[in-house]
């Protein structure tokens, strides 16, 4: 897959091959339609705050995208649904908290 990817704090992201990832225990696997940064990834990226992202890891948590697999014990979404990603993940009242 390509992905966008912070290779160190305060430098440009760069469009990479990265792995698909495998959907682990609760967790969906999400084909992503659209997605963007907000403000806070900007904010982590240009070091304006103590936290900074590990090498090579890739922001954006907000989006929309179709599931294609699910992981061990999944069971709130079905392969080929549509869903919506936030980082307020349980703000709806509806979705469960993992852990």
Known sequence: MKAAVVSETGAKLEIRDRPVPEPGPGQVLVRMLASALCHTDVHLLQGDWPLRPSPSSIPGHEGVGVVEALGPVASLHRPG?????????????HCERPG
């Open 81 to 93: 649904e549509r869903v919506a990603i936030s980082w307020l993940g349980s703000a709806c009242g």
